[in-house]
């Protein structure tokens, strides 16, 4: 006759099974996570490079294309050539590349499982990022552009610094960004 206990589970059981569960599914969006980030790490990489010849393709409707026979140069393909224009093009420039960097962390970080708050690290890439591309938007414009269509700051730093050009005039806008970047200087020490 079997015993009670050894035919029934006992309730350390389930939660054992359902943390096994859980980890399971951390690991799993984690590992999305990472591998999308890499992905996008490396389609805003080489579209520093194929940005001409992948822009005049994206440019021509799907039947267009289809009909040219024309393909996009990216290795990443046509995922990889928009997300690159997405990217770097209409946002944020060259440094449009620190959001895929952000989310590979996000994803190690979840893997590795650490809290997922805006930690230090993450918050830092961000204001390198936002700071970076309106620096460069501020200073380049649209002029001198060898990795992408807009201009080494995307059209958010582009679009934002004309605009501190017309509120605050030039000195006014080099005195807030010197400010801003010792600012973010402080924050990482």
């Known amino acids: 006759m079997a015993s009670r206990n050894s035919s029934s589970t006992s309730p350390g059981a389930r939660t054992k099974a359902q943390r096994s569960n859980r980890d399971s599914a951390r690991w799993i969006v984690g590992l999305v996570l990472l591998f999308a980030g890499l992905f996008a790490v490396a389609a805003v ?3 520093f490079f194929t940005w001409k010849s992948d822009q005049s393709v994206l440019a021509k409707s ?8 024309e393909t996009v140069s990216n290795p990443c ?6 997300l690159g224009w997405l990217l770097v ?4 420039g060259v440094c449009g590349i620190l959001v895929p960097v ?9 893997i590795r499982k650490r809290p997922l708050l805006l930690n230090h690290s993450i918050l830092a890439l961000f204001l390198i990022m936002i700071l970076g591309s309106l620096t460069l938007g501020f200073v380049f414009a649209d002029k001198w552009s060898f990795c992408c269509s807009t201009g ?6 582009i679009a934002v610094g004309n605009l501190l050009r017309a509120h605050i005039g030039v000195l006014g806008a080099i005195i ?3 400010v801003c ?3 973010v200087g402080v924050f990482i020490n």
């Not at 093009?89 to 944020?92: E, F, M, Y």
């Open 89 to 92: 093009d209409s946002s944020l």
């Open 102 to 110: 952000m989310l590979v962390l996000i994803g190690v970080r979840i």
């Open 77 to 82: 393909g046509w995922s990889g050539a928009r």
């Open 45 to 47: 990489f080489f579209s």
């Open 176 to 178: 807030l960004l010197a």
């Open 62 to 69: 799907v039947e267009e294309r289809e009909l040219l026979g």
């Open 152 to 157: 080494w700051g995307g059209e958010f730093g």
């Open 181 to 183: 970047w010792i600012l």
